[in-house]
């Protein structure tokens, strides 16, 4: 059973630029949510998709975006990137609406960005 | 502004010992509780969830919720080692929005 699954890994850019990171969710899932984690902090919420679009959204610019695709498959998108955005970034994928333990989160391994 | 409150330690506990670990949450409407540990450099994994008043038991893991007091902790019995890693509470609030509030995390360190 696969698990959750990003991509890069790692990525560094520079400010200004734009970034967009890949996301798949767990088998069987179709709600994925990304989060952002600073050094030290718990992860902060940005946005969840379901059904390719954009059911909730956390408090961030719209720098911001993102895309889900018939395959429940995601895409977080950065624009204009600063210096603070410098952080992981979590996948998380969630069981389908209707069943049981639909807020229980499951993270990938996540994309570390650096901005420079 | 809906709050997941942690210490962010570090708590220090000697192999084998109980490490317990707390939370705060600020929304008495919250329903779902979770424990996660993440690894420096890694990603949250799920230890366990709570939904209902009283310990739920995991193996060496037992989470306590007590919502009349809007408290949740993790107890990590037989500490190892390899328990060391930063343990994040997460809590999802009233309004089935399924988004759960992540605490900055707690800090464990198992010394042998």
């Known amino acids: 059973d696969a698990g959750v699954t990003q991509s890069p890994t790692h990525l560094i850019k520079t400010r200004g630029q734009q970034v967009t990171l890949r996301c798949s969710p767990k088998?069987?899932?179709?709600?994925v949510s990304w989060y952002q984690q600073a050094l030290g902090q718990g992860p902060q919420f940005i946005f969840q998709?379901?059904?390719?679009?954009?059911?909730q959204r956390g408090n961030f610019p719209d720098r911001f975006s993102g895309h889900q695709f018939p395959n429940y498959s995601s895409e977080l998108n950065v624009n204009a990137l600063l210096l603070g955005d410098s952080a992981l970034y979590l996948c998380?994928?969630?069981?389908?609406?209707?069943?049981?333990?639909?807020?229980?989160?499951?993270f990938g391994p996540g994309t570390r960005l650096t901005v420079l | 502004q809906k709050e997941v409150e942690q210490n962010s330690g570090p708590l220090s506990v000697p192999e084998g010992a109980i490490a317990s670990l707390n939370c705060t949450y600020s929304?008495?409407?919250?329903?779902?509780f979770f424990w996660y540990r993440q690894y420096s450099g890694k990603s949250p994994e799920l230890i366990m969830s709570?939904?209902?008043?009283g310990d739920k038991e995991d193996g060496r893991f037992t989470a306590q919720l007590n919502k009349a007091s809007q408290y949740v902790s993790l107890l990590i019995r037989d500490s190892q080692p390899s328990d060391s890693a930063t343990y994040l509470c997460?809590?999802?609030?009233?309004?089935?929005?399924?988004?759960?509030?992540f605490g900055r995390g707690t800090s464990l360190i198992v010394h042998p």
């Open positions: 998380a994928s969630s069981y389908p609406s209707g069943r049981g333990s639909t807020d229980t989160q499951y």
């Open positions: 088998s069987g899932h179709d709600t």
């Open positions: 998709y379901y059904e390719e679009e954009e059911r």
């Open positions: 929304d008495r409407g919250s329903q779902s």
């Open positions: 709570i939904y209902s008043n």
């Open positions: 997460a809590v999802t609030t009233s309004g089935g929005s399924y988004i759960p509030t």
